[in-house]
């Protein structure tokens, strides 16, 4: 069945909910066909949407961000039934709890280039909720007269959007960070061309406005923080762009403050603009409905709709009127041979013994299921404890001889030692040298810091970062100080 032109998308609220239409459009990609807001007091019209289900079949509804998870996992090759029942079995050890019934959608990473110890394992995006949230939110659809055949979050739907927007040239090894800072919603999700790696919510301005240099450092500290989280994860990717869209204050905000960080370049997308419309610009708050629309046209990577499409309901009905009919025809031989007595009873054994393999074979799938990824858990702990071995420096003697380096009358505030590129460490050390003088402070600070430069695992010498000289006699412990702030870098051959 080709896909259809046409599209509508439902986004829900407490007091009722906006229903949009898009279709392909010509000179963009995309067209807006209408949009209708509704409520529990003024309902959609019978006829309007008559219309809707004349027009398309396809209608996407919106899920909330929150409703919505997603996790990485890597598995041999498996059938359909054995892989769905592998990943029930990752989700129930994520979330703690094997009693909660999920549903789940999953996609498959391409091959990667450098397969090494997953030779042959498959990498898998899952996006998973319970199964009786989805049904609460069909029904609420179903008594409004909408049938969903497409569940996304937003997320999910920018995500799929984005990629439509890119050129075929750029779609090949492009790793990217999308952020999305509406109203309502707020996330970040990484991902390239083969998938989606992972998604994280972002937090609201609780300060409303009142600390919003604190908040917008803050957002750019959990940016960079995704961005080093891609690295650090199983297909090792490289974000080499941050794709920033929703309200235009916020977003150019946060650009500025990533333009002053070292880090991948920010640009500012505008997704109104794949859509055609015939009135003003779009707002910006439009854009997640618009995405979700986009994707029940087939364009998503992930639906948790539990009725995929109203042709499948037909089938699943027809299929099961042809298989009652051939059942009762076969019966029908049986019965006027050997007489209903017979027939009955060979048929209950036939039953009685097919469920009893049905349940043996059910309970050796999921045996398999949990052992194998009890042994995935235990082959990766195995994993990092040899790789944290073989890379983790040896800084004991570093520290003990710092200690050893101090005259007594240092005192040492805070010793941090912080990594930033692979192999760069930074040893930032805060203290105060105490005196019966200020002479006499000052001349143990200089004690210090030489022992420190002729110290041939640090590098640095330059000036302190803070020095403070506080000359004034005080009794008992209150005598002159100096509080400083100091930085060195720490030679490579500190690694084994």
Same mark, same amino acid.
């Given at each position: 069945?080709?896909?259809?032109?046409?599209?509508?998308? $439902?986004?829900?609220?407490?007091?009722?909910?906006?229903?949009?239409?898009?279709?392909?459009?010509?000179?963009?990609?995309?067209? *807006?066909?209408?949009?209708?807001?509704?409520?529990?007091?003024?309902?959609?019209?019978? !006829?309007?949407?008559? =219309? %809707?289900?004349? *027009?398309?079949?396809?209608?996407?509804? +919106?899920?909330?961000?929150?409703?919505? !998870?997603?996790?990485?996992?890597?598995?041999?090759?498996?059938?359909?039934?054995?892989?769905?029942? #592998?990943?029930?079995?990752?989700?129930?050890?994520?979330?703690?709890?094997?009693?909660?019934?999920?549903?789940?959608?999953?996609?498959?990473?391409?091959?990667?280039?450098?397969?090494?110890?997953?030779?042959?394992?498959?990498?898998?995006?899952?996006?998973?909720?319970?199964?009786?949230?989805?049904?609460?939110?069909?029904?609420?659809?179903?008594?409004?007269?909408?049938?969903?055949?497409?569940?996304?979050?937003?997320? %999910?739907?920018?995500? !799929?959007?984005?990629?439509?927007?890119?050129?075929?040239?750029?779609?090949?090894?492009?790793?990217?960070? +999308?952020?999305?800072?509406?109203?309502?919603?707020?996330?970040?999700?990484?991902?390239?061309?083969?998938?989606?790696?992972?998604?994280?919510?972002?937090?609201?301005? *609780?300060?409303?406005?009142?600390?919003?240099?604190?908040?917008?450092?803050?957002?750019?500290?959990? /940016?960079?923080?995704?961005?080093? @989280?891609?690295?650090?994860?199983?297909?090792?990717?490289?974000?080499?762009?941050?794709? &920033?869209?929703?309200?235009?204050?916020?977003?150019? &905000?946060?650009?500025?403050?990533?333009?002053?960080?070292?880090?991948?370049?920010?640009?500012?997308?505008?997704?109104?603009?794949?859509?055609?419309?015939?009135?003003?610009?779009?707002?910006?708050?439009? %854009? $997640?409905?618009?995405?979700?629309?986009?994707?029940?046209?087939?364009?998503?990577?992930?639906?948790?709709?539990?009725?995929?499409?109203?042709?499948?309901?037909?089938?699943?009905?027809?299929?099961?009127? +042809?298989?009652?009919?051939?059942?009762? #025809?076969?019966?029908?031989?049986?019965?006027?041979?050997?007489?209903?007595?017979?027939?009955?009873?060979?048929?209950?054994?036939? $039953?009685?013994?097919?469920?009893?393999?049905?349940?043996?074979?059910?309970?050796?799938?999921?045996?398999?299921?949990?052992?194998?990824?009890?042994?995935?858990?235990?082959?990766?702990?195995?994993?990092? %404890?040899?790789?944290?071995?073989?890379?983790?420096?040896?800084?004991?003697?570093?520290?003990?001889?710092?200690?050893?380096?101090?005259?007594?009358?240092?005192?040492?505030?805070?010793?941090?030692?912080?990594?930033?590129?692979?192999?760069?460490?930074? *040893?930032?050390?805060?203290?105060?040298?105490? =005196?019966?003088?200020?002479?006499?402070?000052?001349?143990?600070?200089?004690?210090?810091?030489?022992?420190?430069?002729? @110290? !041939?695992?640090?590098?640095?010498?330059?000036?302190?970062?803070? +020095?403070?000289?506080?000359?004034?006699?005080?009794?008992?412990?209150?005598?002159?100080? /100096?509080?400083?702030?100091?930085?060195?870098?720490?030679?490579?051959?500190?690694?084994?």
């Amino acid at each position: 069945m080709k896909n259809s032109t046409k599209s509508s998308s $439902l986004i829900l609220t407490p007091d009722g909910g906006i229903l949009l239409g898009i279709e392909k459009g010509n000179s963009r990609p995309f067209r *807006l066909l209408w949009s209708r807001s509704f409520s529990k007091k003024s309902p959609l019209p019978g !006829s309007f949407l008559r =219309g %809707i289900s004349g *027009l398309t079949s396809k209608t996407a509804m +919106l899920l909330s961000s929150d409703s919505v !998870s997603t996790l990485q996992a890597t598995l041999p090759p498996l059938n359909q039934t054995e892989t769905r029942l #592998a990943l029930l079995g990752s989700i129930a050890q994520e979330e703690n709890n094997s009693g909660v019934k999920w549903a789940l959608d999953y996609h498959i990473w391409p091959p990667r280039r450098e397969r090494r110890s997953t030779e042959g394992k498959r990498d898998i995006s899952v996006a998973y909720a319970r199964h009786d949230f989805l049904q609460r939110e069909t029904e609420k659809a179903h008594s409004i007269g909408i049938r969903p055949t497409v569940m996304v979050p937003g997320y %999910i739907a920018l995500d !799929s959007l984005y990629r439509q927007s890119l050129p075929e040239t750029e779609r090949r090894n492009h790793v990217w960070n +999308l952020v999305y800072l509406g109203r309502d919603e707020r996330f970040l999700c990484v991902g390239d061309s083969g998938g989606l790696l992972f998604t994280r919510s972002l937090p609201h301005d *609780l300060s409303e406005g009142s600390e919003s240099e604190e908040y917008f450092h803050q957002l750019a500290t959990q /940016v960079e923080r995704s961005n080093f @989280y891609a690295r650090q994860a199983e297909r090792s990717l490289v974000v080499e762009k941050i794709i &920033l869209c929703g309200e235009p204050q916020l977003v150019h &905000l946060l650009a500025g403050k990533l333009a002053e960080q070292e880090g991948p370049p920010s640009e500012i997308w505008h997704p109104q603009g794949m859509f055609e419309q015939d009135k003003e610009d779009l707002p910006a708050d439009s %854009i $997640l409905p618009l995405a979700v629309a986009v994707t029940a046209l087939g364009k998503g990577l992930f639906n948790l709709a539990l009725e995929k499409s109203r042709t499948r309901i037909l089938r699943e009905v027809r299929n099961r009127v +042809l298989t009652t009919t051939g059942i009762l #025809a076969v019966l029908i031989v049986p019965l006027l041979l050997m007489g209903e007595f017979w027939t009955l009873a060979a048929q209950k054994t036939v $039953l009685e013994d097919g469920r009893q393999q049905l349940s043996l074979a059910q309970g050796r799938a999921e045996s398999a299921a949990v052992a194998y990824l009890r042994d995935r858990t235990l082959q990766s702990r195995r994993q990092n %404890i040899r790789d944290f071995g073989l890379d983790r420096p040896a800084f004991g003697d570093l520290l003990r001889n710092l200690g050893n380096k101090a005259p007594s009358k240092v005192k040492f505030k805070d010793i941090t030692l912080t990594r930033g590129s692979p192999g760069d460490y930074r *040893l930032f050390i805060e203290g105060t040298a105490n =005196g019966r003088s200020s002479e006499h402070a000052q001349g143990t600070f200089m004690c210090f810091t030489d022992s420190l430069n002729n @110290y !041939s695992i640090l590098l640095g010498g330059r000036a302190p970062q803070s +020095l403070v000289i506080d000359g004034q006699e005080r009794d008992g412990e209150g005598k002159s100080r /100096v509080e400083f702030a100091l930085e060195y870098k720490v030679k490579e051959e500190v690694r084994r």
